[in-house]
């Protein structure tokens, strides 16, 4: 029988992120008052186009992530603006170095100071964050916020490698 999670989470927007959408607006804006000043004819077409692309840029910050463990395989895709899929990660749990809690003991070693860090958290300082440390083609440490059912199927499928605590 095969067990099958899933749990989609919205990323919270970096100081960063929100600053990139102030420039952009404010850079549609600029570009838009220059275009209509010394381009009269054309600056109808041109503004459309320029708060198109500012609203292409400001669309790509909407970022989910969807988890989906089927019978021990996770896959985890990121959703740009909840029209745009892409699969960023798929692994087994019998692959698995270690899976834990990053507040644990477990998160010390080699998961520390991995140099491939790929978070697919909320990045809300609230969260239960989890991280997966594997081996597959390099090293790598997987951060991610599953549900207590997702961590029960992987501890099924590799007991050992799964720590609850």
């Known amino acids: 029988m095969d067990m099958f999670v899933e749990k989609i989470i919205k990323r919270r927007k970096s100081g960063l992120q929100i600053a990139l959408v102030f420039l952009a607006l404010l850079l549609a804006t600029v570009i838009s008052v220059a275009l209509f000043i010394f381009v009269p004819t ?9 708060y198109y692309l500012a609203y292409m840029v400001i669309s790509r910050q909407n970022i989910e992530y969807e988890y989906i463990v089927t019978s021990g395989d996770l896959d985890i895709d990121m959703i740009i ?40 958290s909320s990045h809300n300082k609230d969260a239960d964050v989890w991280f997966i440390y594997t081996r597959q083609n390099e090293p790598t440490v997987i951060l991610f916020e ?5 961590i029960d ?6 007991p050992r490698k799964v720590f609850k605590n």
Do not use: W
């Open 153 to 158: 199927i992987f501890h099924t499928f590799a």
């Open 42 to 50: 054309f600056s109808p077409i041109l503004i459309a186009g320029v």
């Open 81 to 120: 603006n909840q029209k745009k899929r892409k699969r960023v990660f798929t692994g087994n749990a019998k692959d698995f170095e270690l899976v834990a809690r990053v507040k644990s003991d477990k998160y010390r070693g080699e998961a520390s100071s991995c140099k491939k860090v790929l978070d697919y």
């Open 146 to 150: 599953p549900t207590e059912s997702m």
